[in-house]
């Protein structure tokens, strides 16, 4: 009898947002010359950060910022504080970004940058110098017509105003459209810091449509309890869905009866995590997944999802709050299951368009009132999920690949008509 081994995924970061890339780039039969050219990121900067740490000594942490387009526009994309944060990490969340500006058509390249550190075990003051440090070094690539950073994961508000403020400092006048994500004092938009999680809930309801399931019985499991996984489970409770499990990088919750995100989010800021919330059972990240729930929503970092889980996936609807969750096989596995998947490029733009109302009300001086923003935020996702949902049924495909079909034709067009210089 011969045994069957399971040839070993990739986990590389890269090498899966290349293949995503692929599948779509053979769908709209782009010829050689244009796959290298959209697949290859434009600039790579790794910069060196020294800190002087609290305790005299100087510590040097590794820097990256890596725009992968500017076609359509400036690189946008967030900045992730993270010790496990590779190069080939920031080079697919970069590519990830210019696919996620193109699939809701807003003007804009894709970028990224990380920096390889715990932020966890930093001081405030230690932070602030080290933000600082990488905003100079990052500082010669960076700017508000050039490259707008925002936040990503470990990264905040306050870590914007940092950024905004050494950059004004370097150019001697306040530069706000240099970053996306601010404080509401300093050019930030209204709505912004709920907007990732927002744009997940419309994108969940459109896709509970499709699917024939009513939203507001429904049962949602969240891994991930950040920015945006703790406001998406608040957003879909108000929309009356049971968040029957939680979970956050040091293990989750759960109760079939409920679990109330408000009060689980308070709890997690005054202990530092949801770990002996009132009235819910412990359980792992790894058992949250395969809970059986409606919704699943992936809200903290790539790879969550992958051959070696997704057959035991029971959801109905996955929303990729993170970016990258699913892998390729695990994407496949999920398709022959019938199980919905609104992808990360389509499912999580929702940041990434209010830090486009971010730098348009900067750049005009003029702000917008939050029922405005939410407005057009909701108006974008809903083009979007339609547009996606329209080219995924056309080619025959699932959601992430009609995503991927629609925006690299829309980057791929744009390279078309400016033509390569000289
Ligand atoms: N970091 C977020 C993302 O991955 C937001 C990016 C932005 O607002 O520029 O989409």
Redesign the pocket.
């Given at each position: 009898m011969s045994t069957v081994t399971l040839s070993k995924e990739t986990l590389n970061p890269f090498e899966i947002a290349q293949k995503q890339f692929e599948t779509a780039a053979d769908y709209l039969k782009l010829d050689a010359g244009m796959r290298s050219m959209l697949k290859t990121p434009k600039r790579q900067l790794i910069v060196s950060i020294p800190v002087r740490m609290d305790n005299g000594e100087i510590r040097v942490f590794e820097g990256y910022r890596v725009q992968h387009s500017l076609t359509r526009g400036p690189a946008?994309?967030?900045i992730?504080y993270h010790p496990d944060v590779t190069l080939d990490e920031v080079k697919a969340?970069a590519s990830?970004?210019t696919w996620?500006c193109a699939t809701v058509n807003i003007p804009y390249g894709g970028g990224?940058g990380g920096v390889r550190v715990d932020p966890r075990t930093l001081s405030l003051g230690e932070l602030e110098r080290l933000t600082r440090r990488y905003a100079t070094e990052i500082s010669v690539i960076i700017g508000p017509d050039r490259d707008?950073?925002?936040?990503?994961v470990y990264t905040t508000p306050q870590t914007m105003a940092w950024i905004m403020d050494t950059i004004s400092m370097l150019h001697g006048h306040t530069e706000l459209g240099c970053v996306?994500?601010k404080p509401l004092s300093l050019g930030g938009s209204k709505g912004r810091h709920e907007a990732?999680a927002r744009g997940c809930q419309v994108t969940t309801r459109l896709a509970c449509e499709l699917k024939g399931i009513n939203l507001s019985s429904a049962t949602v499991a969240v891994q991930g309890f950040g920015n945006a996984g703790s406001i998406a489970a608040a957003l879909l409770h108000e929309d009356g869905a049971k968040i029957i499990a939680a979970s956050d990088s040091k293990g989750g919750i759960y109760s079939r009866k409920g679990i109330d995100p408000v009060e689980a989010l308070k709890f997690k800021e005054q202990t530092g995590s949801l770990f002996n919330f009132p009235d819910a059972e412990p359980i792992t990240n790894r058992e949250l997944l395969q809970l059986n729930c409606d919704i699943l929503v992936p809200a903290a970092l790539e790879n969550t999802i992958t051959l070696e889980n997704a057959d035991r996936i029971k959801a109905k609807i996955v929303a990729e709050a993170a970016?990258g969750p699913t892998t390729p096989a695990a994407d496949a596995i999920l398709a022959e299951k019938g199980i919905l998947v609104i992808p990360d490029i389509l499912c999580?733009?929702g940041?990434?368009t209010?830090?486009y109302f971010e730098w348009v009300q900067d750049l005009y001086g003029f702000f917008w009132s939050e029922i405005e923003v939410n407005k057009y935020l909701e108006r974008t996702m809903t083009n979007a999920f339609k547009e996606v949902h329209a080219t995924a049924e056309k080619h025959k495909v699932n959601m992430r690949t009609g995503a991927y079909i629609l925006a690299v034709g829309r980057v791929a067009e744009a390279t078309q008509v400016r033509g390569i210089f000289p």
């Open positions: 946008k994309g967030g992730r969340l990830w970004m996620k990224k707008i950073p925002a936040p990503d996306t994500g990732t970016n999580n733009a940041g990434v209010v830090s």
